[in-house]
């Protein structure tokens, strides 16, 4: 899965000459483990990564941003059945429509 330019992280602590490469392949692995569409809790994707959950939530965030609008979509669920709280996500390729009304979006918000 080819992603173009490498993730724009951001914070007061990241420094890209430290962080760059190593979150840049935490949200590779994490991309390329959930492409299969299916749904994951943190913890089935940290058995599948071996990255810690809280790392792996952060890249399900980094999915979230703008910079991923216009390829992925991430959705969030609670898990059916689950009486504590457990969280599921998946993330999907963006489909024509989903990508022709984000642009829809896009340019009324920028006034284009």
Same mark, same amino acid.
């Given at each position: 899965?080819?992603?173009?330019?490498? !993730?724009?992280? &951001?914070?007061?602590?990241?420094?890209?000459?430290?962080?760059?490469?190593?979150?840049? !392949?935490?949200?590779?692995?994490?991309?390329?483990?959930?492409?299969?569409? !299916?749904?994951?809790?943190?913890? &089935?994707? *940290?058995?599948?990564?071996?990255?810690?959950?809280?790392?792996?939530?952060?890249?399900?965030?980094?999915?979230?941003?703008?910079?991923?609008?216009?390829?992925?979509?991430?959705?969030?669920?609670? *898990? !059916?059945?689950?009486?504590?709280?457990?969280? &599921?996500?998946?993330? *999907?390729?963006?489909?024509?429509?989903?990508?022709?009304?984000?642009?829809?979006?896009?340019?009324?918000?920028?006034?284009?």
């Amino acid at each position: 899965m080819r992603l173009g330019k490498p !993730a724009p992280f &951001e914070g007061h602590t990241y420094v890209h000459a430290i962080d760059g490469v190593r979150l840049g !392949a935490q949200l590779r692995t994490v991309l390329f483990v959930m492409s299969d569409g !299916a749904w994951r809790t943190l913890e &089935e994707i *940290r058995e599948a990564t071996d990255y810690p959950e809280a790392s792996i939530s952060a890249r399900l965030r980094d999915i979230r941003k703008p910079r991923f609008a216009r390829t992925h979509t991430m959705d969030s669920r609670r *898990r !059916a059945g689950s009486s504590r709280g457990l969280w &599921e996500y998946r993330v *999907r390729p963006v489909t024509d429509h989903q990508l022709t009304l984000w642009e829809r979006r896009s340019d009324v918000l920028h006034g284009t």
